[in-house]
């Protein structure tokens, strides 16, 4: 079982930057990839970036070249970067993992989400 919680959401302008941490409870962190998905409202929810647990990294069009995904296994902790933000990034972010030893780009992939956590970009 994994236990996820996002941080570090608030408010920025365009062009600026936040970071959002996500936090997992569970021994066996290292096996498991992490997603970051997002939501804004009226829409449904997106895949943003994942890294493996070996740190392979992939990222939706949208962000790639301004988001950067990390990971640290002795915090337990997952990391997205995000800067020259735009004020379409605004929305929940969400982090999430599937089962251990798999990788995903859909909603369906991850059985852990967090509660997630709000970005909103002004223009």
């Known amino acids: 079982q994994l236990q996820l919680v996002e941080s570090g959401g608030g408010l920025a302008q365009a062009g600026g930057s936040l970071k959002l941490s996500c936090a997992a409870s569970?021994?066996?962190?290292?096996?498991?990839?992490v997603g970051w998905f997002r939501q804004a409202p009226g829409k449904e929810r997106e895949f943003v970036a994942f890294i493996s647990w070996i740190s392979n990294t992939y990222y939706a069009d949208s962000v790639k070249g301004r988001f950067t995904i990390s990971r640290d296994n002795l915090k337990n902790t997952v990391y997205l970067q995000m800067n020259s933000l735009k004020p379409e990034d605004t929305a929940v972010y969400y982090c999430?993992?599937?089962?251990?030893?798999?990788?995903?780009?859909?909603?369906?992939?991850?059985?852990?989400w967090g509660q997630g956590t709000q970005v909103t970009v002004s223009s």
């Open positions: 999430a993992a599937p089962t251990q030893w798999r990788l995903s780009t859909t909603n369906s992939g991850y059985s852990y």
């Open positions: 569970g021994r066996t962190f290292s096996s498991y990839a």
